[in-house]
């Protein structure tokens, strides 16, 4: 029996996020950039990010947020605060909040993200989802059943060049069948700003936020 699809319109859909405050946010950004902004470039990314889940088949959009939402945020989502401890603790706690339907979980870190990304996914009964990052770590991460998250992602150390190859072998290891998305770049530096721009589509508020930073120093 085929796992149901997270492109069936009936998945959770999760952003895990931080609100793009100066100082707090996209700190290895700083220098070149000051700490506003690398602020303005993480609101730009996290806004591309959140309109292209819009455009995605969901049954329910959660923002997973440490911090307060602003302006940027849409409409059409339900925002929970991140739960304490560290990545792997607030990743497992994201997918608790969802009932037995699959749900995918992405960061904000991909605004280069398009929707024919994540519609596809599924469409063979695939148990989880996994898209890898090119520094070693998961831009996104996926379950038909949700309720298996916690086991196979506390205890994942996080945010290594290991990241996403223990993640992804926990997956396998537990006998799930593992669809895999594209790789994709985060967004950490500068020179991960411009290589990840040009991958952007039309209309990216990221590309815009990065020109205009280029324009102001010429």
């Not at 946010?25 to 591309?48: G, I, W």
């Not at 440490?66 to 560290?86: F, I, K, M, N």
């Not at 605004?111 to 998961?138: N, Y």
């Not at 991958?199 to 936020?209: I, L, Q, Y």
Request: contains cysteine.
């Amino acid at each position: 029996m085929n796992s149901p699809s997270v492109a069936a319109g009936s998945a959770t859909l999760l952003v895990i996020a931080k609100a793009p405050v100066p100082g707090r946010v996209k700190t290895r950004l700083t220098p070149p950039y000051t700490p506003q902004e690398a602020a303005a470039l993480a609101e730009a990314a996290l806004t591309d990010t959140l309109h292209t889940m819009l455009q995605v088949p969901a049954r329910r959009r959660v923002l997973v947020l440490d911090g307060a939402p602003g302006p940027w945020l849409p409409p059409g989502y339900e925002v929970v605060p991140q739960a304490s401890g560290g990545l792997d603790e607030r990743i497992a706690a994201a997918f608790a909040l969802c009932g037995p339907d699959p749900a995918l979980l992405v960061g904000m870190d991909t605004p280069q993200l398009t929707p024919d990304l994540l519609t596809e996914v599924g469409p063979d009964g695939h148990d989880a989802w996994f898209g890898p990052a090119a520094d070693g770590g998961f831009w996104a991460l996926g379950f038909a059943d949700p309720s298996r998250a916690g086991a196979l992602v506390r205890g994942v150390p996080m945010s290594t060049d290991r990241t996403g190859a223990v993640q992804r072998r926990r997956l396998v290891e537990a006998g799930l069948t593992v669809g895999d998305l594209p790789l994709l770049r985060d967004v950490d530096t500068a020179a991960d700003a411009a290589e990840v721009v040009a991958c952007c589509p039309p209309g990216s508020r990221f590309a815009a936020a990065l020109d205009s930073l280029a324009e102001s120093v010429r």
